[in-house]
């Protein structure tokens, strides 16, 4: 009877663990996330605010808080503007004097966000989704994701969005939410030694991070799912809603605009849309999609631009230019000289609730239509050339802004037609005596199509406004421009601004929307073992932990396959060079161990070496067994099984035999070929061009690459079991 209880208990505790444990973990992302939200919500407002005065009742307050129980700005006595404090009397040297602290005050802070990302984390600038999505495909990039490319990020962008630069908040959530998950997925074994597990955190955490960025916990899953995760199964869905929907609340529970909503532009409509309005809502689609298809150019070109060596040598002096160009013109349009999200927010807002600026002044219309192009003009430009700089800030919100400019100003021109002529046909559903068309309507829909234009997100985009707006009847309307902006877009081009910077920089990534169309095998393709750099396990002077440190030194390549010996080829494993080096280094700070130590990679056992040897075992820092397919395996599913597993490589065997190796990239670039185009990935800085190499000479160094191109081989001996000491997993830091 004991027994039994003993056993149902254990049972108890595996099933709460396995069902609860991880849960634990998204929780505390989720209140964590939640807490930086707030936050970055707080500091980058407060900090804007202070580019045009401070607040006499408190520092710490913001101008909304500070004249919090005033109708209007203007009758607030609690806020002091620069030049009052100062004392100018006079309007044309008070407005002088607003323009010169509104310029240098830009140009400081994005100066300190770049000084921050230069010299400190250089993998901080920028939203960092086109590299979650890359490391989400398999591919690793060293401290993208660590604690110190946290800290910048948060500091950075706050700096950056209170400059006035052309950058969100939101796409940085991403990769803060990012970095987040992989700090404390290292603080558990559970999560420190599964690849697999790791990968969910990430997919979870870039869930949370947008379920933040626009209180959205829906609209956060399904942009995980839609734009960034290769695998998504069931549970990876539940653990994101979960996190999402906790990170959300925290942010409800922070409250950091202090009026209830998860977000500053969150809006409620009471209107209905009339059948007469969807010609314009198409219309607002096609230009979502061709308003995208330009920033997405622009940037691509700016980019391209950025490569050259003077920009490139001096990347805070081009922030710094940005900056004060940026801040000078934005302060000659009244709508521009508040922050990217409190503008959203204006142009959401319906006249019976605010009159910002005019907006809904119906003598100044003519005026107020001009400054929205305008806006989406400037806007444009400036986060098409700012997004990808030595700052961080996405490019979601700056979108939102450019399409719901062009809505609003769309909209107004729609009411001022139905106002000046009821009568006409087009308008007979309208009511007499009651507004039938609702500007903020068509600025939703605007920032709706505009943000698909340049994502090509459909499914994500129109839950977000909806979570946004509350209003189900407002879903159909936006429906329909996001998919009309989707066509027009993919008519350009079928991939969106991450994909585009993914190609742009080379980076070893399977979209889902690859298809290959040809019958080949994989031995027409793979790099045969003749050209491979390869680990053997037969005898050989240089077997210590010195002969491995020689090796890695002579080759910069990123892995290499292990086999028992070169006459056989027997497929061991295949050891990455991160892994390697950390399991060498590693080995000779333990006691006993030394550079003439003999290394062992657990193949069979022979005597070829004294008793009194001592040995180290290399085994945990194999990948054994790695993913093996045959010579005649067909390209479609090698492809399909890279982006489903989100490999980096493939080894190619017979009867257990190796015979060459598969790489993402060398698929990249066999489908660039096949195109016929002339694509970056052809010219990956480090690639393989099957330059000979052999022994005595040194192999090219390789950055990014994942096997090697030379004629040089390393044998390694086996050893007798008895003699060695065994380095665990744990030790070994990838």
Known sequence: MATTRLKLRSYAAAFLNAVFFD????????????????????????????????????????????????KSYATCAGWVSWSKYLGIQSPVASWLYHYLVYILSGVLLAGASSVLVVYFAPYASSSGISEIKTILGGYKIPRFLGFRTLVIKIIGTVLAVASGLGVGKEGSLVHIA???????????????????????????????????????????????????????PSQTMWRSFFCAMVASMMLKFMNP??????????????????????????????????IGTAIIRLNLWAATRRQLAWVRANPVTEVLCLAAVTSA??????????????????????????????????????RTVLLLIAAAILKTLFASVTYGTKVPGGILMPSMAIGACTGRAIGILVQLWQRHYPTLAIFRSCAPDVPCVT???????????????????????????FELTGALIYVLPIMVAVTVSKWVGDGFGPDGIFERLIRFHGYPYLGPQVRYPR???????????????????????????????????????????????????????????????????????VDGYSEDTVAYFGTSLTMDHPVTTRFVDLRAALDTPPITMSLTTPMFLVIETFKQLGLRYILITRNGQLNGLITKKDVLRHLAALDNRSERYQSIPGTYHYD??????????????????????????????QRFASLTEDEIVS
């Open 692 to 721: 000979p190499v052999y022994p005595g000479q040194s192999s090219p160094s390789n950055e990014y690459g994942d096997r090697p191109s030379a004629h040089f081989t390393h044998r390694f001996p086996p050893v007798p079991q």
């Open 329 to 366: 013109i934005n302060f000659l349009n009244i709508l521009l000289q508040v922050d990217t999200v409190e503008l959203v927010s204006n142009l959401f807002t319906e006249c019976a609730d605010m009159g910002y600026e005019g907006i809904c002044d119906p003598s100044r219309i003519g």
């Open 519 to 589: 019958e080949t095998a994989a031995a027409e393709v793979m790099t045969r073992v003749q050209d491979l750099v390869v680990i053997a396990t037969a005898t050989a002077p240089t077997n210590t932990l010195a002969g491995l440190r020689e090796f890695l030194i002579r080759t910069g390549y990123q892995g290499f396959p292990v086999v028992q010996s070169l006459e056989t080829m027997q497929l061991v494993g295949y050891v990455s060079r991160p892994k390697l080096q950390a399991a060498v280094e590693q080995a000779l700070k």
């Open 257 to 290: 605009f202090r009026t209830g909503k998860l977000v500053a532009f969150q809006v409620t409509y009471d209107r209905a849309w009339h059948g007469f309005e969807l010609v314009f809502f198409i219309i607002l689609g096609a230009l979502g999609g061709i």
């Open 23 to 70: 849960l634990h973990l998204y929780l505390i992302l989720g209140v964590v996330l939640g807490v930086i939200a707030s936050f970055i919500d707080i500091s980058y407002e407060w900090l804007n605010d202070y580019r045009e005065g401070y607040c006499q009742t408190g520092f710490y307050l913001n101008q909304r808080f500070c004249c919090w129980a005033e």
């Open 178 to 232: 990012g970095c987040c998950g992989n700090i404390l997925s290292r603080l558990f074994g559970r999560f420190r030694n599964n690849e697999a597990k790791r990968q969910e955190m990430l997919s979870v955490a870039s869930a949370a991070g947008i379920s933040v960025a626009f209180g959205a916990p829906i609209g956060g899953v399904l942009f995980s799912l839609e734009e960034l995760s290769y695998y998504f």
């Open 439 to 465: 500007p903020g309507v068509y600025a939703l829909v605007g920032a709706a199509a505009t943000m698909a234009g340049v994502t090509r997100m459909t499914i994500t985009t129109v839950v977000v406004m």
